[in-house]
């Protein structure tokens, strides 16, 4: 009898080891936004939240906490829920169009992950009184698809030369290519004696006519 209650003792007491230590060196989990992308316009007012999990433990989600807020420091969010669930994914309806700012934490049994990163979205329906303009730009400002000051042409954030659309600077000319080549100038000296020459072939003209 003694013998099988301190085995059973033995057992409880390396049980709770094991599982203390489980806890003790447990790697929390990591939360990766996925939908809606960041920056990303949005045209419904019902919108589907989603993230991925990662753990190295193999240990499943069984809760998640997500923050939703019109302001990067997350002073007063609309949404602040938190709910034991395995799912990677909510539908959230948000009634006012504008901009949003969302980040998600998530929970595997343990430990609880840090914050993810921080994204972005706007919600843009045609019930929008006032409206949202989203420019894209390159680094110096230019419009995409339009010319710089410098005669550069903006494409897909990148200024490039295309003269066929910019034109070129005054002393240079436009190639098929779409680069501007520079004008070979004559030295002043021939320059004058063409200049001399066209007026003796004219003079030459008007005495033989």
């Known amino acids: 009898m003694k013998l099988k209650t301190f085995a059973l ?3 409880i007491i390396l049980f709770l080891d094991l599982s203390i230590a489980a806890y003790i060196l447990n790697n929390p989990p990591t939360t990766v936004l996925v939908t809606p992308p960041n920056t990303f316009l949005v045209h419904e007012n019902l919108v589907r939240f989603s993230w991925n999990f990662y753990d190295i433990d193999n240990d499943t989600q069984q809760a998640y906490w997500i923050a939703i807020a019109d302001n990067p420091t997350f ?14 994914e909510v ?14 934490k998530t929970y595997d049994g343990k430990d609880w992950s840090e914050w993810s990163d921080v994204q972005t979205f706007t919600i843009y329906t045609s019930q929008t009184k006032t409206q949202i303009v989203i420019e894209n730009k390159c680094q110096d400002g230019t419009l995409y698809n339009k010319c710089s000051i410098d005669l550069k042409y903006c494409f897909n954030g990148n200024l490039v030369e295309d003269c066929s659309k910019c034109g070129c600077p005054s002393n240079k000319v436009c190639q098929e290519n779409g680069i501007c080549k520079e004008l070979i100038q004559q030295p002043i000296e021939i320059q004058k004696k063409g200049i001399f020459r066209k007026i003796i072939d004219f003079i030459k003209l008007l005495f033989t006519t």
């Open 91 to 104: 539908l959230l309806n948000l009634n006012e169009d504008k901009t949003y700012y969302w980040a998600v």
């Open 9 to 11: 003792l033995l057992s």
């Open 75 to 88: 002073v007063i969010p609309i949404i602040n829920k938190l709910k034991k669930s395995l799912d990677k």
